[in-house]
């Protein structure tokens, strides 16, 4: 039917021009379909370098899940001659309309949710917001589980195939976890979704039985003993291993070597063992709220590799000579220390702020129930002991802070975003969060581990050695021209952040400005994500060309063939092998290692935001218990027709405000409705800040309900 138009007037529809004149035009795509929590889908495929995304309707999906390899049609319909028609894009391109054809490849062929029944049949409801589909179950297949589910419970299910697009899928329940949104049923969920595990293989136990308590007198040949130098390890307060230790050496005519020491896990670990294989398969430990899935066994990481007080322990160190702050010489050496002091954060800014011994000694030590090694109270030292690590730690901070400055003066990115930490509870229930400083006893550490990565970088660049390199590379110049417009809409006008002066300018504007933590992280979207390369292509973010991951192989697989490289490297130096390159340390392995490591860092990284997750949910469903309610600082994130979203300022949490929705408003710099709500007669814009309370919890959407403050 026409449509009825003002005036009594009536409008003809747009007609194409007969065949031989068709405007659409199709091509097959394949890519992977991305679902995200609000339901909307969109299909991303590689172009070029580049990875393109489309919208795609709900409807077109097929039986798509989220992250499922797909083939799609994607149509295209040229300009008519009728002034807008078709519908175009932001961009002025005709809009793409995308079509799964076919599923080339699931994402998971299991997943976890919750069983309910609606009185006629039993299924799953996913813990996965972005599987918006319930999952039917058999009820008769749930008597041959044991024990046999309940309603609520939590389970595993393996997926049946899925052709019909007009049915929900069907799924077989394989092990029954625990009542829903409890710890320990939220934990196994976690552990089954991203397949990790904490216990290790027999064959590894049994290798590991092997392990010694001690370092004997024979391993500390061939190796530079510097056991006598003042060398201390700065870590937080309830760290249970320790893999990177600093000695401070005076050489007389005001030159310093700073000893980068880092736990020689390659000496313990021997390649193409059971032990080496379970660390590569693992990749890295994985770091779930209130708990570790460690990359390797106790013994090994919190034993005989941890540089614990009082100990000796095997590193390979960088040793690092100073002029001032000025580097001039670099040597990589296997070595042996025994640390004089463990340090918490605390206690190493409470150095850096006061030398007088009564204060220190009033600085609280780690409790024993936290850590196995504590080390000795501060309460206990002598007045000799505490003036002498008063100045090594303001003789590293007075070198590191310099480091610091002439690393942010080359074009380094300060891209930190404020950390949080929950700690839970004897049962594993979230019990309290605490924002992390990133104090100068932060900065001093991460100086010195990065210099002591990028010289072992440059030296396997420079002597042609085959590594594993940590590279970022240089940002599409369309996201940057995008987050340039995004800025200057927030009155930060900035050239062209390709240039690393701009962006650093761009970084230091939004240092000041009051909508500082919301544009941060619209930089770090702009952003790739960091990777290993078995190339040496630089890091982006940290200004560097050189650049490698080396001083924490207790937790990274990749610090471990690193330090396998230097090990061999140095064997071959000193005549006590003819193996330049072993065949696990060439570069044909090395990348298909890196690409391993690669992805099993993305699923560490994604298994510990959905623990994040969790975790602030409990915490928060226990604040609605609360009378009166507690007001919490937020930063409206997102304003859309359907709701406004915002994120909690000290813990990071992120949800809908009710009752606010938005419309548009003022005109932005680039000419669009800048979107805008209403509070209490306040206009309220994106970045702005507002005080909010919880008002409920959604387990099953992963998502948390404001309103704003009274």
Sequence with gaps: MSKRKRKGKYARKPQFKKAGHDRTQSKTLHGKLLVHRNGKATFVTKQGDNEVAYRIHERDTGTAMHMDKVEVTATTRQPSPKKGYPRRNNDGEPRVKIKVQKVLERARDRLAGTVYFDGSRFFVVPDNPRIPLNINVDKEQFKLISPTPKIQDKVLLSLDEWKDPSRNPSGKVIEVLGKSHTPMAEYKAILREYNLEPEFPEAVMKQTQDTPDKVSKDELANRVDVRN????????????????????????????????????????VQAGTPLDAEAHHRGNSTYLVGTVIPMLPHPLSSGICSLVEGEDRLVKTVYLTFEGAQLTATKIENSVICSNKRLSYPQ????????DPEYIRGIPSPPAHQTGFPGRPLSGLSDKEIQELHEAVNLLWDIASKLRDSRMK????????????????EEGWADRIEKIEHDESHQLIEEFMLLANEQIAKYLRMKNIPGIFRVHDDPDPEKLNDLRGTLKDWDIDVGDLSNKAEMAKALEEIRKHPQAHMLRVEVLRSLPKAVYRATPDGHYGLSKADYLHFTSPIRRYADLVVHRVIGNHIEYREGRTNKAEPANLRKGS?????????????????AERESQTIKLLEYFEKE?????????EAVIMDIARYGTFVELTHSGAYGMLLGLRGHTGRVWGNGKGKPTTHNAGQELEVGYKIQVQVESVDRFLRQLNFTPSK
Excluded: Q
């Design 229 to 268: 130098l003042l060398t201390l390890t700065i870590d937080p307060v309830d760290a249970k291993d320790f893999d990177d230790a600093l000695s401070v050496e005076h050489l007389g005519e005001g030159k310093v070597r700073i000893g980068v020491h880092i736990a020689d896990v390659s000496h313990y």
């Design 348 to 355: 190493a800014l409470a150095l850096l702020k006061n030398g």
């Design 410 to 425: 080359a074009g380094s990115l300060d891209l930190d975003m404020p950390e949080t930490k929950i700690y839970v509870d």
């Design 590 to 606: 090395l990348e298909s290692t890196a690409h391993h490591l690669s992805l099993t860092e993305r699923n560490s990284t994604d």
């Design 624 to 632: 609605l218990e609360k009378e009166p309610k507690t007001d919490f």
